[in-house]
């Protein structure tokens, strides 16, 4: 298996027993609706990670450790995988390590977020970067799909949700948004106003888990992925508006899912490979 920056890691920042990121694979696909290949999405940002330097924006957050574990089983019941990666998370959580989740899609983000939230024993608080609210009961039958992740953890989790660059709902979802007092500002708003930061209600949670979602993101910027909409977040603009968010809080765990590799263009591989390496570099920024 490729591990993340390979190449450019000393064995004692590859160490797992004291590295301060743990990527997680999780190569799940089995609720996709319209593209498919994202189970191939982790294994790309990895080789893709191959070529990203260690230097970004003045830090060097692979300085810190970044330990690349085996994929997690996708095998069997949705339930019983959704377990087995919360358990990977709880794990990372508990032994002092970010777990950054790699996907796959975003129905694994139900699993990630719950064993962060284990471990911690205190409020989280989730970013999604996303085109779509994801708020949906079920989606074609399932309960655990893509389309229902953040239904799940706000309904029946409580856990509180911002969602950035969303252009694509249905009613339910626009209801439930309301029941659930999602903070959200959408892509409309964001892209035609050039906005950059946005500042989160006083009330929401010091611990923040990023849920990134490469279809938030223009697919002139990134084509590769399942359900491409148009009118998305510029690169730079979803960056900014992730590390507004954290300012004051802490990241404590990121999934970076939904990429749907080509074999004809690595460009949307390298680019999500950098949005992960980003993310790592703003939770050391902001490490307390």
Same mark, same amino acid.
């Given at each position: 298996?490729?591990?993340?920056?390979?190449?450019?890691?000393?064995?004692?920042?590859?160490?797992?027993?004291?590295?301060?990121?743990?990527?997680?694979?999780?190569?799940?696909?089995?609720?996709?609706?319209?593209?498919?290949?994202?189970?191939?999405?982790?294994?790309?940002?990895?080789?893709?990670?191959?070529?990203?330097?260690?230097?970004?924006?003045?830090?060097?957050?692979?300085?810190?450790?970044?330990?690349?574990?085996?994929?997690?089983? *996708?095998?069997?019941?949705?339930?019983?995988?959704?377990?087995?990666?919360?358990?990977?998370?709880?794990?990372?959580?508990?032994?002092?390590?970010?777990?950054?989740?790699?996907?796959?899609?975003?129905?694994?983000?139900?699993?990630?977020?719950?064993?962060?939230?284990?471990?911690?024993?205190?409020?989280?608080?989730?970013?999604?970067?996303?085109?779509?609210?994801?708020?949906?009961?079920?989606?074609?039958?399932?309960?655990?799909?893509?389309?229902?992740?953040?239904?799940?953890?706000?309904?029946?989790?409580?856990?509180?949700?911002?969602?950035?660059?969303?252009?694509?709902?249905?009613?339910?979802?626009?209801?439930?948004?309301?029941? *659930?007092?999602?903070?959200?500002?959408?892509?409309?708003?964001?892209?035609?106003?050039?906005?950059?930061?946005?500042?989160?209600?006083?009330?929401?949670?010091?611990?923040?888990?990023?849920?990134?979602?490469?279809?938030?993101?223009?697919?002139?910027?990134?084509?590769?992925?399942?359900?491409?909409?148009?009118?998305?977040?510029?690169?730079?603009?979803?960056?900014?508006?992730?590390?507004?968010?954290?300012?004051?809080?802490?990241?404590?765990?990121?999934?970076?899912?939904?990429?749907?590799?080509?074999?004809?263009?690595?460009?949307?591989?390298?680019?999500?490979?950098?949005?992960?390496?980003?993310?790592?570099?703003?939770?050391?920024?902001?490490?307390?």
């Amino acid at each position: 298996m490729t591990y993340f920056l390979q190449g450019e890691l000393s064995p004692q920042e590859r160490d797992a027993a004291t590295a301060r990121f743990r990527v997680i694979p999780v190569p799940l696909e089995r609720t996709v609706s319209y593209g498919a290949g994202t189970k191939g999405g982790p294994e790309a940002i990895l080789e893709a990670s191959v070529e990203l330097e260690r230097l970004w924006e003045g830090g060097e957050p692979c300085a810190q450790g970044i330990a690349s574990e085996e994929p997690v089983d *996708c095998n069997g019941p949705l339930p019983e995988v959704m377990e087995r990666i919360a358990t990977r998370t709880e794990a990372a959580v508990t032994a002092g390590a970010i777990p950054v989740t790699l996907g796959g899609e975003h129905a694994l983000s139900y699993g990630a977020v719950r064993g962060v939230a284990r471990a911690l024993g205190r409020p989280v608080g989730i970013v999604q970067i996303d085109a779509h609210a994801d708020l949906r009961k079920s989606y074609q039958g399932e309960r655990h799909s893509h389309a229902s992740v953040m239904q799940l953890l706000a309904e029946e989790d409580g856990i509180r949700i911002a969602q950035f660059g969303v252009r694509a709902m249905s009613q339910e979802e626009v209801d439930r948004r309301a029941a *659930c007092d999602v903070f959200a500002v959408d892509a409309r708003e964001l892209v035609t106003k050039g906005l950059n930061a946005v500042d989160l209600p006083a009330d929401f949670p010091d611990d923040i888990y990023v849920s990134f979602d490469v279809d938030g993101l223009d697919p002139a910027i990134l084509p590769d992925t399942g359900t491409p909409v148009p009118g998305g977040l510029g690169y730079y603009q979803a960056l900014d508006l992730v590390a507004h968010a954290l300012a004051g809080r802490r990241l404590v765990g990121c999934d970076v899912v939904e990429l749907a590799p080509t074999p004809t263009s690595t460009v949307s591989d390298f680019t999500t490979a950098q949005i992960t390496y980003a993310l790592m570099a703003m939770a050391m920024a902001r490490a307390t």
